[in-house]
């Protein structure tokens, strides 16, 4: 077939297959490989896929107990694959972020980092960043966000944290606040002079369109809202909560992605009688507090905990497709639609974090000149 179909067509058919089916093709030819490994094609894939988004879990093995990662299909809603841990992670981990079927994991105290691709199996680990020697003292607070920078085509982790100000630390950290960057096509971390100041973060809620956020609160100037970092500018904006929300007896506000954008899943204390309720909001503009737009509530909802993951691990409230959210049971993971009222059980049990994620052909090794 490849003798008789012109490139271009060989090309386009290509395109409609999955990963696994295109690493196994890379053996067909010489001109296949050639083909299915050059940067073009490797970006056309990326591009032809973009929608085609699944759901990462990290769960734990019902036989041998060892935490694996699993993936939920949505054809089928059932988990269609699993695989261990990329070494070094033999244990707990975490999932920093996901970008471009790349996705990054670190240890409870980011020490360890690595950079996977399920897909391909491709697993880069992160050298320690100079942050590092600090990981078990004490912080007011951290964070760790993993994306891409568009004009470089690069990819990157951001890691920070601020020190309480004793004299301990004056020699070793002036202004208690560092950050630093990680560039993957370098393959080193670099320190950089744009800090978020003393603010408390929770774990890694967004990213999207270049911009990781979190989280963030900071008691000490009675500030509360989104803190985000630009990949590209490398610098640090924060967006203050809307008044409605910071005016509101409210508690639980979970961050996640809508439409290409920074959502907000808000409950109110004044619905608590009428069963689980959550304000959905939207943030049109990173930086700008007025942009944000209050698109509707989901419930009032009976027998079910709350959106996924769980609050306390700083999690998403997570839409699936077609209008419907994930949320928790006292007997596992559902998939709801706020619209339709369908509940439908899913096959997790038991789970301590997930992530959005998309196959590609993207390497760990950089040079993904999109």
């Not at 940067?39 to 019902?62: A, C, G, S, V």
Request: with cysteine; charged share 20%; glycine share 6%.
């Amino acid at each position: 077939m490849a003798n008789e179909l012109p490139e271009e067509l060989v090309t386009e058919i290509l395109l409609y297959l999955p990963v696994v089916s295109l690493l196994r093709f890379n053996c067909v030819c010489k001109s296949w490989y050639a083909l299915i490994t050059h940067q073009n094609f490797i970006r056309k894939h990326l591009l032809h896929n973009k929608n085609n988004n699944t759901r990462l879990f990290l769960l734990q093995d019902e036989t041998t107990r060892d935490i694996v990662v699993s993936t939920l299909s949505y054809e089928t809603l059932q988990v269609s694959f699993t695989q261990p841990l990329p070494l070094p992670f033999t244990e707990v981990s975490n999932f920093v972020g996901s970008c471009d079927g790349l996705v990054c994991l670190c240890d409870y105290n980011a020490l360890n980092v690595v950079i996977w691709n399920p897909a391909t199996k491709e697993t880069k680990v992160v050298p320690n960043s100079s942050l590092s020697r600090f990981s078990n003292d004490y912080r007011i607070k951290s964070g760790i966000g993993f994306g891409f920078d568009a004009k470089t085509s690069d990819y990157k982790i951001i890691k920070f944290f601020s020190l309480f100000g004793f004299d301990y630390y004056e020699s070793h950290v002036p202004g208690h606040k560092l950050s630093e960057v990680y560039s993957l096509s370098v393959d080193s971390w670099r320190k950089v002079d744009s800090r978020p100041g003393l603010i408390n973060v929770k774990a890694i809620d967004t990213y999207i369109n270049g911009m990781a956020s979190w989280e963030a609160f900071d008691f000490d100037d009675d500030w509360e809202g989104v803190l985000s970092f630009d990949m590209s500018g490398e610098v640090f904006l924060k967006t203050p909560l809307p008044d409605d929300v910071l005016n509101s007896a409210g508690w639980r506000k979970n961050f996640f992605v809508l439409s290409e954008s920074i959502a907000m899943a808000f409950r109110s204390l004044k619905e608590e009688w009428l069963g689980l309720c959550w304000d959905i909001w939207l943030l049109l503009e990173v930086g700008v507090k007025d942009s944000w737009t209050r698109l509707f509530t989901v419930g009032p909802i009976t027998g079910i905990e709350l959106p996924l993951p769980f609050w306390r691990l700083g999690g998403l409230v997570t839409f699936w497709k077609n209008d419907a959210m994930f949320c928790r049971t006292n007997d596992g993971l559902v998939l709801y639609n706020p619209f339709t009222k369908e509940r439908t059980n899913l096959p997790i049990q038991s789970y301590s974090c997930s992530i959005t994620y998309m196959e590609t052909l993207v390497s760990v090794k950089g040079g993904n000149e999109f």
